[in-house]
């Protein structure tokens, strides 16, 4: 009779490898492993390649669940939002940009990069500071405006977890932010106009209730207090228009109707030429002719409105990075001008470091030059997106 053949239960995987098994089919001890892993000196190239090319063929991964339970940490970098996003008007390209730059500094050598996305929706009561209460971050970004007294920010302040608020908070003495000085550039345009004479400026402001309106208001008022105009005055010549670009217009028109105005400085950097236009036409008034006007924008160079006498430039960009490599730099141990590599970050990530306060803040730019007019990107809503 034909044998038939020898019936075997199949050998089942190992599901989860470990770093021992590494260091055995390497020939090298667990510590030369963690070391190599980490990317840390003290490892010949010939042993360094040997240990990758065994992590390669097992497929090994760490396992940050296991060491974030024994050392107090998550490898995990997040990132919330404190406005719902669908009241804030940003470019569709920011999120990336932001994500680009976290993961050149902080991912790597492996750590997470997690946006927490619990406030898409408009009244969303989630608390942007979940994260930090539940532990799940070792270093935290938090991308504003900010609500006038925020007590999240405080609380997170005060958790000890490391984090850079995105904008400036209000009250900020305490806080750590990488943001544009708002508050200057309000006075600044409002300074430039009425150098030039105007008395009567209407300022176009946006996101009310946040400190980011606190700071337009707070500029403007100072600089018309400081010519002689009653603060209540300068007050009656604030109107919020709002958080998104379709309602510049309507706001625009009926503001020009209701007061005499002979400038207009136009802080929501929404970048809507049109809708400036038309809501000047629809009162009966032509921008660069019957109306001065100072236009803010995302833009380093170029021309939303050529009509107007002067342009603002918003550095947020460049405010955001020099905040990241502020906290790049102190995680990796230093505090010189040249930054540190992404891999002496990852070393030192998360390994109990507390950063001391940084505040960044950068400087507007006004600018009367008037370059040939560009389309600005697009500014739209994330939720718009999904």
Not at 108 to 118: K, M, W
Not at 143 to 161: A, C, E, K, M, Q
Not at 251 to 278: H, N, P, Q
Request: with cysteine.
């Amino acid at each position: 009779m034909e044998r038939q053949p020898k019936k075997t239960r199949a050998k089942k995987p190992k599901i989860r490898l470990t770093i021992f098994d590494v260091a055995r089919e390497a020939g090298v001890s667990t510590k030369t492993v963690s070391k190599v892993m980490n990317n840390q000196p003290g490892v010949s190239e010939e042993t360094r390649a040997r240990v990758f090319r065994v992590v390669r063929e097992l497929g090994y991964h760490p396992h940050y669940g296991a060491r974030s339970l024994r050392a107090a940490r998550r490898n995990c970098v997040g990132v919330a939002v404190a406005p719902p996003l669908g009241m804030v008007p940003l470019r569709e390209d920011f999120l990336v940009w932001l994500l680009a730059k976290l993961s050149t500094t902080f991912s790597s050598d492996g750590a997470y990069l997690t946006f927490d996305t619990s406030r898409l929706s408009e009244g969303s009561m989630i608390d942007y500071g979940r994260g930090v209460w539940e532990r799940m971050y070792d270093l935290c970004f938090i991308v504003g405006p900010f609500p006038l007294n925020d007590n999240t920010i405080n609380r997170i302040h005060f958790s000890g977890v490391p984090y850079l608020a995105l904008g400036r908070p209000v009250p900020w003495e305490s806080c750590n932010y990488a943001a544009v000085d708002l508050e200057r550039a309000a006075y600044d345009s409002a300074k430039f106009l009425l150098a030039r004479g105007h008395r009567r400026i209407l300022l176009l402001s946006a996101f009310e209730g946040y400190s980011a309106e606190w700071e337009r208001r707070e500029g403007f008022c100072r600089a018309l207090e400081e010519s002689g105009i009653r603060r209540e005055d300068a007050e009656r010549m604030i109107v919020d228009a709002g958080t998104r670009p379709e309602h510049l217009r309507d706001v625009l028109e009926k503001a020009l109707k209701a007061l005499e105005y002979t400038a207009i400085i136009d802080s929501t950097a929404f970048e809507d030429a049109g809708a400036i236009r038309m809501g000047c036409a629809q009162a009966g008034k032509t921008p660069g002719k019957d109306l001065e006007v100072v236009v803010w924008t995302y833009e380093e160079e170029g021309t939303i409105l050529p009509e107007a006498s002067a342009h603002v430039w918003i550095p947020v960009r460049k405010a955001v990075l020099r905040g990241i490599e502020e906290v790049a730099r102190h995680l990796a141990g230093g505090s010189g001008e040249q930054g540190p590599t992404a891999a002496s970050v990852s070393r030192d990530f998360g390994a109990g470091i507390t950063l001391p306060v940084i505040q960044c803040l950068e400087p507007a730019v006004l600018s009367t030059q008037r370059q040939p007019a560009v389309a600005p990107r697009r500014t739209i809503r994330i939720v718009d997106l999904l």
